[in-house]
């Protein structure tokens, strides 16, 4: 069985936006309190450690549609 790469999660710049290397959740640049403060929440709400792949997967699906939803 292939070991997996562990992919930590960051920041990358897309336009206006900064997107969550993971699931590609969008941040605006004048989130508050700040970025780091809401990107640190997502890491912790939505890519919990020790998630398996799969829900990592799940979890970056339900965060793009929630995102989509409130557009």
Do not use: I, N, W
Not at 15 to 27: E, T
Request: aromatic fraction near 4%.
């Amino acid at each position: 069985m292939a070991k997996k790469k562990l992919v930590l999660p960051r920041l990358v710049p897309d336009g206006d936006l900064k997107r969550c290397s993971v699931c590609g959740y969008p941040f605006s640049s004048d989130v508050k309190p700040s970025l780091d403060v809401a990107f640190a929440d997502h890491l912790r709400k939505t890519h919990k450690p020790g998630q398996t792949t799969e829900d990592a997967s799940q979890a970056a699906l339900r965060v793009v549609r929630e995102a989509t939803e409130k557009v």
